[in-house]
């Protein structure tokens, strides 16, 4: 997969956390692999190769990614489940320290919640590692990322509309 640009050129430092469940590890070498050739310098916390013990670890790692200066954005390795014990862990001081992207979704939905409720960081609902490398990924999609993780505006999506019981949609819903 061809990542070049998958986020805003401020972004040269990417960070993987695994605050929810411990991905495959081919993925996360897969995924590291392909923003490295991206041109992006990755981190990964150690949570991602190894699970922590607790939602309390989970919570000092994603806090470890998030003061690293050289973090520009952090990209969840997947969702799962565990992220509530993360999000009942963390030191919301040590999160408003920094304005950092955080790319996740899934069970990371919990995060970003208690981000927003927090006004911490930038939580943005977007494909984590894993999903980057295993599902397919049109360059429509890395452009909307890039875009969303800037601020900037989308264009619009075209949108097809299917009619149930015409020619386009068969079958129950």
């Not at 009942?88 to 920094?98: G, K």
């Amino acid at each position: 997969i061809d990542l070049t640009n998958a986020f805003p050129p401020d972004v040269r430092c990417v960070h993987l956390v695994a605050p929810s469940s411990l991905p495959p590890k081919e993925a996360v070498v897969e995924a590291t692999n392909a923003l490295a050739r991206a041109g992006y310098r990755v981190k990964v916390s150690p949570g991602v190769w190894t699970y922590a013990k607790d939602g309390a670890q989970r919570a000092r790692y994603l806090e470890a990614a998030w003061k690293d200066p050289e973090t520009d954005l952090i990209l969840c390795a997947r969702g799962g489940r565990g992220g509530y014990d993360t999000v009942t862990n963390l030191d919301f001081s040590v999160l408003r320290s920094r304005d950092v992207p955080f790319v996740g979704f899934s069970n990371i939905s919990c995060l970003m919640n208690a981000f927003v409720a927090r006004g911490v960081g930038r939580p943005i609902s977007g494909p984590m590692c894993t999903s980057l490398v295993r599902y397919p990924t049109t360059r429509d999609a890395i452009e909307r990322l890039s875009a969303t993780v800037a601020g900037g505006p989308l264009a619009p999506t075209k949108l097809k509309v299917l009619r149930a019981g015409g020619k386009s949609v068969t079958g129950r819903p």
